[in-house]
């Protein structure tokens, strides 16, 4: 069929990756977990009832008050950037106001490097297990995935990845998330990284380090991302999403001076104007000197659900299963011991416990078939008493699946797990 002929019947002809394109599995999820019934362990989303909403409230009215400009078009502030500097040296990265560049969240940085590094067809590198979100950004280029395995205690396979790139592989760059992995949980020990640092270098692969989740730790010992190891082959992407309010979507990118120029020409294209009354709002507040206490806030409610969680499925899920213990981040990934279809139990879930999770393969970036039996559980967004209660729900019914599936030996695990 010809565009001509299309357009003469009014009908709408798409490019070519937008006919391939599909809604993400998180957001079929956000559908179906926000019933008002539905007990959500599935979506990233931070507590509400842990915004600063008081202080972001002062901080708004500050602003609107003293400033004639807040809602007026203008450039980047300035001084925001230096408050990110501030804020980057606490996780043991130096950098300059001029390697700093302001976005409407992390999305969105993603989304400008992705259109400055990568060409149409070219190469990547991400793990199997990726971040969908990540996915949607390079599906219109149809890029090559190189798809590496990961450790769910010890993060990225550098192994593997040194094989990819001996064996002759260019990758336009390396997707990671170091800390608090999405969906795996996992953060990559200090050893991977130098490693991969250094591999990267080598080989002339930029890094995107995506660490929406790094300030949210709970670990003894933290580690520096990335970029503090190196301040050329790496470009890290932060956000203020998950550690003061999704809506005001304020993120950055600190990235080499060169590259600052070109992300303003690429992202005037997109939406010529970042949201500079959130970044005035996000300025105020951090102003204040409060954002320290409030992540103190975060890591000791957040840390205690993870244990909450943890302990709720050494009680109720089957012996064989495993799952990751974050040190960061919000989310913990389960394998079941045994072959389970997770789409049936993903809807057995939600309609007959009214329980939601993220099946596994909502993440697989490799190739061929996804066949384990996993989920990715959250554990910010409820309350001690509902995660318990949550993971109660899955292994029941996992437990009944499995009785339907013939899997006794499974069933009767679950049954003496409580």
Known sequence: MSRNSAL????????????????????????????????????????????????????????????????????????????????????????????????????????????LLLDPHGQLVTEEMSYPGFLQVVEPYQPEILAVPTDIRTGMDIDFLEDVLDSGARPAFIYSVTDGHNPLGVSLSPEKRKRLVDIARYHNAPIIEDDAYGFLNYGPSLHPPLRSLDDEMVYYVGSFSKILAPSLRVGWIVAPEAMVSRLSIVKEASDIDTSTFAQRVVLAYLETGALPGHLELLRREYGGRRDAMIAAL???????????????????????????????????????????????????????????????????????????????????????LAVSSGCEEFACQLAGSG
């Open 314 to 400: 050494e009680k109720y899920f089957p012996e064989d299963a495993r799952w990751s213990t974050p040190d960061s981040g919000v989310f913990v990934w389960v394998e079941l011991g045994v072959s389970v279809d997770m789409p049936s139990l993903l809807r057995a879930a939600v309609e007959d416990e009214k329980v939601a999770f993220i099946p596994g393969h909502a993440f697989y970036a490799g190739k061929g078939r996804f066949e384990k039996a996993c989920m990715r559980l959250n554990y910010s967004n409820r309350g001690v008493d509902a995660i318990e209660e949550g993971v109660k729900r899955l292994g029941r019914v996992i437990g009944n």
């Open 8 to 115: 003469s019947r009014g009908e709408v002809v798409y490019a070519e990756w937008a006919r391939r394109i599909k809604r993400s599995a998180l957001q079929e999820m956000l559908s179906i977990a926000s019933g008002p019934d539905i007990l959500s362990l599935a979506l990233g989303l931070p507590a509400p009832e842990l915004f600063p909403t008081a202080a972001l409230l002062d901080a708004a009215s500050r602003v609107l008050s003293t400033d004639r400009n807040s809602l007026q078009y203008s450039p980047p502030g300035r001084s925001l950037k230096t408050r990110i500097v501030e804020l980057m040296a606490t996780r043991g990265v130096e950098c300059s106001e001029n390697q700093v560049f302001l976005t409407c969240g992390a999305q969105q940085g993603m989304n400008l490097l992705t259109r």
